[in-house]
């Protein structure tokens, strides 16, 4: 027995990092059918067929809607759940960052980390909550970050885009929870993956310092969470911005 069996799970960000963590420890947990999302073919293409090496006879779609594009987000959902018959969770987990000073960053550059992160988010959640309201079930997780609660130093664009996810979470589970549908989101500090892999030496002691444990977090760390607020293990837990960083200062 696993506390993902007999899910049908859609999340975007599923290629490398903290989705494909998070859709490893559910495939290990039984999930029933999942689908992984990503920025195109050529990146969804070998995640999938690695996670179907290492997972053989499961369930595993992948696709590649433009998050930004609400209509093709919807048909990638809906094309899954045709499928599979039902959705029980949704992890809007895609984004992208950036590390620039507001005297660099261009309007275009902040205007992206809204539409990737904050606007994409939307587009899942609105696929999903529409779909779980007509099955009056469901849990949808969304990735924020703790710069989405504590601001971010050196990337404006991206602290508020994960500002928003935060309320946007919270609004979503006060709306869908009367239609037994649960909306949370975790908030992960400084975890290893590529986006983070840029990150020096001097820049990352400073980060370490800043951290109760004195440590990055490892992607499955994030996954875990991830996986509790989709499962029926966090079943009275609505509307909560779980942070998952070591406590971070
Ligand atoms: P990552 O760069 O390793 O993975 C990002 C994933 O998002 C990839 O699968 C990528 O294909 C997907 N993605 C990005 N833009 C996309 C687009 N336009 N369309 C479709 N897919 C797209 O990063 P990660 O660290 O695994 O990040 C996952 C989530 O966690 C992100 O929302 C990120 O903001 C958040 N987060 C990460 C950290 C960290 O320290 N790594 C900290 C806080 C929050």
Partial sequence: MGIMDGKVVFITGGTRGIGNATT?????EGVEA?????????????????????FPGRNIEGCWPLLTDATAVETAVKTFVDKYGRLDAACANAGITQSTSIKRMTPAEFEEQININLIGAFYLDRAAGLIMRNQ???????????????????????????????ALTKSLGRELGFFNIRVN???PGSIKTDMTAGINDVAMKAVNDGIALHRMGE?????????FLASDLS??????????????T
């Fill in 219 to 227: 992607p499955e760390e994030v996954g875990n969470a991830i996986m």
């Fill in 185 to 187: 989101c975790v908030a």
């Fill in 136 to 166: 009056k079930f469901g849990a949808i997780v969304n990735t924020a970050s703790m710069t989405g609660l504590y601001g971010s130093g050196m990337g404006a664009g991206y602290g508020a885009s994960k500002g928003g996810v935060i």
């Fill in 34 to 54: 999942i689908a992984i999302c990503g920025r195109s073919e050529d990146m969804v293409g070998p995640a999938l067929a690695k996670l179907r090496a290492d």
């Fill in 235 to 248: 079943s009275y837990v609505n509307g909560a911005c779980l942070s998952v960083d070591g406590y971070a």
């Fill in 24 to 28: 490893r420890l559910m495939l290990k």
